[in-house]
Each structure stands twice: as structure tokens, then as C-alpha cells.
């Protein structure tokens, strides 16, 4: 006998969303119980419906799979295990003493330790059958980055942008391409700063976008009359020169004004990699200290002494100017369970303990958060 699969994923498949299979048995045998499993790593068996029908929701073994973290270098590079290649294999369980039948193994499917945000989640399945469907769609790099409005970027700030090639079904050369953009509205296309060749379909690459990482000073030197006010980005495919955008376009501002202590944010995004919040507003860093005291004999040591003290270190801090999509898009961060704060080139965890985001009303223009965090461990002294 046979198992045939009714329903399946797209080939591109989220670990925090569902994942589901619907699979027929033509087994005439009874007891009939059908085993839906992620290829070594595990599943589950169900009782087969009237129809001979099982169905399955494998998306909890698939969490924490994906373990190659977001790329942070200062050179463009194809990522080696993400998205991530995944078997599923579905089994007849029948009779008592119960037989197992010969499995079915599905062809290989590419994991994303992702998810749709739910405020996007409705809207977005409206309009999309899956996120494979999406990306087609509209071009978009793996980022909920609105492209409605410019990011505002330091000259010494890192950013990147991560490419999911969904543009062809065989292996072609991407491109990273740029233009500059000064105060006086007009703009200078310098083509490709970067390329990446032979990148295989649902291949993901990494992009780096910052101002320094595209080498702009110099570039903007070239226009000594001129004032640079920013930049754009678009990953393009095609001869050098005559080359077509294959992704959204991607428009930076550069803010050169002097801060005394702004603070890059870096997130795990929905898409499961890197994206970074500068903090240019009224910021604040403290230091607390908590005691726990204990009473003595009193003979060797005096009658109360601090027998354990904690040291944690709370930051609080503004984002500066915001537009309205820019606070949605914050607000989807926010959910991460992964943020650092980059300090001197260094990822240092961070836990958020408050967020205050104002409500972006239709008509309002100006928008800005205050963030609250503290560095991910403590110190402690003990004493006894």
C-alpha cells in the first residue's frame, strides 16, 4: 500500500509559523495510525481519519534548527546553511502488534527561523498564499524595513540588507547598486559597488549598506560642488552598465550632526537575521546596586554585614526622530528575543524592560521612542 501527499508547504517554510501536511493511506488494514515526522529529528503518529486521512502540524520540531547566526561583515557573502534544507517522512503504522509500512520521504524543503509579525499576519495572507509568494511579488529583501521613508544612518554605522534570490531558477551574478543623492534633488547612479556570482535559486546573501562599508566619502568626493544628503541601494542582475533592479529600492539618509552618545540597537528580526535602530535622543545609563544583609554572632564579624550584592546596569534611551511606518517597524522588533547593543564593533546583549512608542495617528509627521533595556547578566559578590 501507499501514502500520497494531498497538501503541502511551499517549498520555502517558516519555523514559527505552521507547517502542515495532509496525507491519504490506500492501506486496507486496520488499526491504521500514520507517523508525520521531520527527518531526524522527530515527529508524531495519529489515528487515521474515516476518509483514511491524517493531517499534520510539524512546525514545533522545527524550531531552533536554524543555528547560523545573522552575518555582520564588511564584505558581501552568501549564506552557507540558511536558509536551512529540511526532509519530512511520513510512515503506515497498521495492525496490532502494530507493522510499520515503508516510509515516504518528501523531497527537501529550505527553513527560515522566521515569522509573519502578527499585525502584518492577516493582511499578509490575504494577499499571499505563502511567504515564497510574497518575495516574488514584491522584491523585498528579508526586512520589513518601510521603503516609504529613508533610514536615517551615522557615517560610521554598520547596516545591511539580506537577499533571498527568487529572481531565477538557475544560478546568476547579483549585484549591489547605488546612488547618490544630494541636497540640490539630483542623484548619481555609480552602478555596483558589490557583486555576488553565481548565486543559486533561494540562495541568501548579505549585503552590507552602510556609508563606510560602500566606501561613499570617496565616492561623494568626486562631486566637489555638491552636498551629499544620502544614498540608495537595489540588488540588480544583468551586464555591468545596463543591469535591472531585482529587489525594492532601498533609500538611507546620512546624518552627519554630531551626538555625544548615540547607540546602535541590533535585533533578530522576523526573518531571523540582523537588522540595526540608531538611537540619537536623550539617553541615560545607570548603576544598581542591591544589598542582602545578613546578622552575625557578632564575634568574628561584625553584627551585620552585605552578604550578597547585585551590579546590573539600566540604559535608558531615545530613537530620535521616527517616522510613522519606521515606529510599526519597531514595534515587530521589539518582539525579538535576540538584541544586542553594538558597542566599539561588539554585540552585547541587551533585555528590554520598558517601551514606550507613541500611537502613529494618520496626519502626524514627527515620532520618536523611549527605550528601556539593561546588559544581559549581572554581577554578583558573595560572601560567606
Not at 4 to 14: D, G, H, N, S, V
Not at 28 to 36: E, F, Q
Not at 238 to 267: C, M, Q, T
Request: glycine share 6%; aromatic share 12%; with cysteine.
Amino acid at each position: 500500500m501507499s501514502l500520497t501527499i494531498l497538501q503541502k508547504p511551499a517549498e520555502l517554510i517558516l519555523a514559527n509559523q505552521p507547517v502542515t501536511f495532509s496525507v491519504h493511506s490506500s492501506e486496507t488494514g486496520t488499526p491504521l495510525r500514520i507517523l508525520g515526522a521531520v527527518y531526524g529529528i522527530g515527529g508524531d503518529s495519529v489515528q487515521s481519519d474515516a476518509s483514511q486521512n491524517a493531517s499534520f502540524d510539524l512546525s514545533d520540531y522545527l524550531k531552533n534548527l536554524v543555528t547560523q547566526k545573522g552575518k555582520t561583515g564588511s564584505l558581501p557573502q552568501a549564506y552557507s546553511e540558511v536558509p536551512k534544507t529540511v526532509s519530512f517522512i511520513f510512515q503506515e503504522i497498521v495492525g496490532n502488534p502494530p507493522e510499520n509500512r515503508l516510509p515516504l520521504e518528501t523531497d527537501g524543503f529550505l527553513l527560515l527561523d522566521a515569522y509573519i509579525p502578527k499585525a502584518k499576519r492577516k493582511t499578509f495572507y490575504y494577499q499571499y498564499a505563502n511567504l515564497l509568494a510574497y518575495l516574488k511579488t514584491s522584491k523585498s529583501c528579508l526586512s520589513w524595513w518601510p521603503t516609504t521613508e529613508n533610514k536615517r544612518v551615522l557615517p560610521t554605522q554598520i547596516e545591511c540588507l539580506n537577499y533571498l534570490q527568487v529572481f531565477s531558477l538557475t544560478a546568476i551574478d547579483i549585484t549591489l547598486n547605488l546612488s547618490l543623492v544630494f541636497t540640490d534633488g539630483t542623484t548619481s547612479n555609480r552602478g555596483a559597488v558589490f557583486t555576488v556570482p553565481n548565486v543559486l535559486y533561494l540562495k541568501l546573501v548579505y549585503f552590507p549598506t552602510g556609508y563606510s562599508q560602500l566606501g561613499i566619502e570617496a565616492l561623494a568626493a568626486q562631486y566637489p560642488d555638491k552636498s551629499l544628503t544620502g544614498y540608495i541601494v537595489s540588488v540588480n542582475y544583468g551586464p555591468a552598465n545596463h543591469s535591472e533592479p531585482i529587489s525594492l529600492f532601498y533609500a538611507y539618509s546620512v546624518d552627519f550632526s554630531y551626538y555625544e552618545k548615540p547607540r546602535i540597537l541590533v535585533f533578530k528580526n522576523p526573518f531571523g537575521l540582523y537588522e540595526y535602530l540608531l538611537c540619537t535622543g536623550s539617553n541615560q545609563q545607570d548603576t544598581i546596586i542591591k544589598s542582602e544583609s545578613a546578622v552575625t554572632d557578632g564575634k568574628t564579624l561584625q553584627d551585620k554585614l552585605n552578604w550578597k550584592i547585585t551590579r546590573s546596569d539600566i540604559v535608558k534611551t531615545n530613537t530620535g526622530f521616527l517616522g510613522k511606518e519606521q515606529i510599526l517597524w519597531l514595534s515587530e522588533l521589539l518582539e525579538s528575543i535576540e538584541t544586542f547593543e553594538l558597542i566599539a564593533g561588539a554585540m552585547h546583549p541587551i533585555v528590554f524592560r520598558d517601551a514606550e512608542l507613541p500611537v502613529a495617528h494618520t496626519g502626524d509627521l514627527i515620532f520618536n521612542a523611549e527605550l528601556e533595556y539593561e546588559y544581559a547578566y549581572n554581577e554578583y559578590s558573595e560572601h560567606e
